[in-house]
């Protein structure tokens, strides 16, 4: 049997009563939640602040395992934010696709980082 | 059929073919993904800096639409990162949920919102 | 004499010169230190994400030593990012707060927490 | 007479004013503070986050200004947090340097962008 698996539903679950077990519910709100998950996007820009393109693209194993981690922290707090907001975390996702895909036609940025707005 | 999936490995694969369309490999390397992933942050934090936590928690329809966006925006250059690390996100979400269940064992947790290293 | 001064060309001199010396100008490129100091924002913002408005208003004596110090490391990234930019800080401050007067004018601004643009 | 100063005290007294003469102090609470300068961060970073080291480091002249208003917004929040926390900005930017000379003694800094803990 799969030990993981990569159902965002299932995660939510999981965090969901991860939460519950601890009554942490009392400090899960959308407002502390999104600090939260600021503060772990800052810890990953950390590991990254001083490395050249070639390092940040080539880690050593224990600093990959450690961003890894850091990586994990982003997504369950942000699960954990979708889930007090009562938002559908992959039906938002599905829904941004579809707007970029409109936002960012293919021929017009083909190649570049322009913002939408400037292309 | 659905219309939405919530396989993480489904969405890496079409932003995979999202950026491949547009050629944005080139600018997608783990540094720049990384700062766009703080932006996105740094965005969602802004919906809510004023916010009392009752307004947090009790959002207008069109502001939680774009916030489900700007959450949405996180996922997608997480996983754009993770993919780009190499790092199976779903994977590391589990392990940092087993992680995380014994450094905030429930009897010491309970209740508590104490980092780990001060319990 | 004092001890310290609250000049932020003072401030920007003793930073240059703790870089020349250190032979850390090679790391402090503009695109690093905008990722240093987003880092050290989270790093404050970790501080506070699951206080209440009350406990983050009467931190103790300790916790409060240790934000002032953070508070100073966003300054210090910041003096030497716009250093190495060539950006005036205390200028660019002061033109802000100009442009800030024209956007929130007193009448429409009173009270409200309302960005400009919607106001 | 000048048109500027770069006194951090001088700029602390005309925010004070400013959020005053707003009635914004109800906002002004350092939990959304710090929210809102990590808001400032991400849009920072946001500027920088699909260039290069050599494009960061030569912006265009509009891009510069922006950047030097964001730089500012950054300040401006960080000097009101500062203010609500009672913390004196300018002190412990200077305590903050003695303890960095500390961590980072010249002979084994040098050269290297290692943290202290890793030195």
Chains 1, 2, 3, 4 share one sequence.
């Not at 590991?47 to 990959?64: D, K, Y």
């Not at 994990?72 to 938002?92: G, Y």
Request: with cysteine; hydrophobic share 45%; proline share 3%.
């Amino acid at each position: 049997m799969a030990r993981h698996t990569d159902s965002l539903e299932s995660l939510r679950t999981k965090l969901e009563r991860f939460a519950a077990d601890r009554d942490w519910d009392q400090f899960h709100n959308p407002k502390n939640l999104v600090m939260a998950l600021a503060g772990e996007a800052g810890e990953l820009v950390e590991h990254f602040q001083w490395l050249t393109f070639e390092e940040a693209a080539s880690l050593p194993r224990a600093t990959r395992e450690e961003v890894a981690l850091e990586c994990a922290d982003v997504l369950l707090f942000l699960l954990r934010l979708a889930d007090k907001l009562d938002i559908n975390l992959a039906a938002a996702a599905e829904k941004k696709l579809e707007l970029n895909a409109v936002k960012y036609p293919v021929a017009k940025s083909r190649g570049r980082a322009t913002k939408y707005t400037k292309l």
